[in-house]
């Protein structure tokens, strides 16, 4: 029950940093808006909700000596995988508080950019959030206000980080990997256990066919279209040599 309860919870902050990254993106370009910037500290403190969470329960797991071998290297897997989306998690939050104080909202510095990204971003943003619509406050200062909740809370991830390193140790070249790369691009196992939402990452794979036949068919046209080759090379040496014996 821990196991399967710690992947959910991890599954659902996986979502959510998916979320506040493609929402990152847009942000000085066309697509910017103050409701974006409204969305991303909703999103972002979700993910901060959801990080705490994580390692609330991971850690008493880990500190448990009671639990097997096979358990405790399950959980330390986990543990690396929380730590890897919280380290995308302070990336992005830099790069967003970068790129909101080059590009404020309330007085222009300097024109957007037109990256070639159209629409609007609240459809992921109510994925993050596991609501239906998006419900906006018109705050006339969040180029200041938030940017300065934006810097404290990067702190606080970076804190959070540290505690977790020191908390529990865990070499993250020691715990070996369950699955190949990219699998979980092709596995739609995880969908739907999460109560954030769908974010589909990937469409499947075609899937290949058996058959010899195919390649036969392949293989047999290849031929072809080189005996179409020789042969017409060997028309136009047979004709340059008529002509010249002409």
């Not at 409204?38 to 969470?53: D, F, H, N, P």
């Not at 000596?65 to 990336?91: G, H, N, P, Q, T």
């Amino acid at each position: 029950m821990g196991k399967e309860e710690c992947k959910t919870m991890l599954d659902a902050l996986n979502k959510v940093t998916a979320c506040y990254r493609h929402l990152v993106i847009a942000l000085g370009s066309t697509s910017d808006s103050q409701n974006l910037r409204e969305e991303l500290k909703r999103t972002r403190k979700k993910a901060q909700e959801l990080a705490v969470a994580n390692r609330t329960k991971l850690t008493s797991l880990l500190k448990d000596k009671s639990i097997s071998k096979d358990d405790r290297a399950e959980y330390e897997r986990l543990w690396v995988l929380f730590s890897s989306s919280m380290d995308l998690l302070e990336v992005d939050m830099k790069r967003s508080l970068e790129i909101g104080q080059d590009f404020p909202l309330k007085v222009p510095t300097r024109h957007l950019i037109q990256t070639g990204m159209t629409g609007g971003t609240t459809a992921v943003a109510a994925r993050a959030m596991s609501v239906q619509n998006m419900k906006y406050e018109l705050d006339s200062n969040i180029d200041t206000t938030d940017l300065r909740e934006l810097q404290s809370e990067i702190c606080q991830v970076s804190q959070m980080m540290e505690e977790m390193e020191m908390k529990v140790q865990v070499a993250p070249w020691a715990v070996e990997a369950k699955q190949e790369a990219g699998a979980e691009l092709k596995s739609n196992m995880s969908v739907g256990n999460s109560s954030v939402g769908v974010i589909s990452i990937c469409e499947d794979e075609p899937k290949e066919e058996d058959g010899g036949g195919n390649r036969d068919t392949g293989f047999a046209s290849i031929c072809a279209v080189v005996g179409f080759f020789i042969i017409v090379t060997v028309a136009v040496v047979l004709g340059y040599l008529v002509i010249n014996m002409s």
